[in-house]
C-alpha cells in the first residue's frame, strides 16, 4: 500500500480539540461541559451541506473532513472547534497506518 501524501503546508487551519465531560446539573441529571483539551493545526474540506426538517424546523445538515498530525487521544466522543463553529467527530481513521495523519469525517453543529 502506497503511504497517503498530505502536504504539512495545507495544514492552516487553527483547531481547538475539545472532550465532553458531564457535569452534575445539581438536579440529579447531567451538563455538557467541553473542555479544551490540545490546539493544533489541520486542514478543513466541506463534504455535504443538506437541507432536513426537525419537528417542523428548517435545519441544514453540513459535514466536513478534517485531516490532522497524528494523536493518540482523539476519539469520536470529541469534538473541533474552529472560529467557534463546533465540529462534533463521527469517524476517525488513520488513512494508511503509518501513523502520520488521522481524517475525521465531522458534522457541523449548533454553537
Do not use: K, N
Not at 467541553?34 to 489541520?42: N, P
Not at 482523539?74 to 463553529?85: C, K, L
Request: aromatic residues 6%.
Amino acid at each position: 500500500m502506497d503511504a497517503l501524501f498530505v502536504d504539512p503546508g495545507r495544514l492552516s487551519a487553527r483547531l481547538v480539540l475539545e472532550d465532553d465531560h458531564a457535569v452534575s446539573d445539581g438536579q440529579g441529571g447531567v451538563a455538557e461541559d467541553w473542555q479544551v483539551i490540545a490546539s493544533l493545526w489541520g486542514r478543513i474540506e466541506p463534504l455535504r451541506a443538506r437541507a432536513r426538517e426537525t419537528a417542523g424546523a428548517a435545519a441544514a445538515e453540513l459535514t466536513h473532513r478534517v485531516t490532522i498530525r497524528y494523536r493518540e487521544d482523539v476519539s469520536h466522543a470529541m469534538r473541533f472547534v474552529h472560529r467557534g463553529r463546533p465540529l462534533l467527530i463521527r469517524t476517525v481513521r488513520d488513512p494508511d497506518e503509518t501513523r502520520r495523519y488521522l481524517i475525521c469525517e465531522c458534522e457541523e453543529s449548533e454553537p
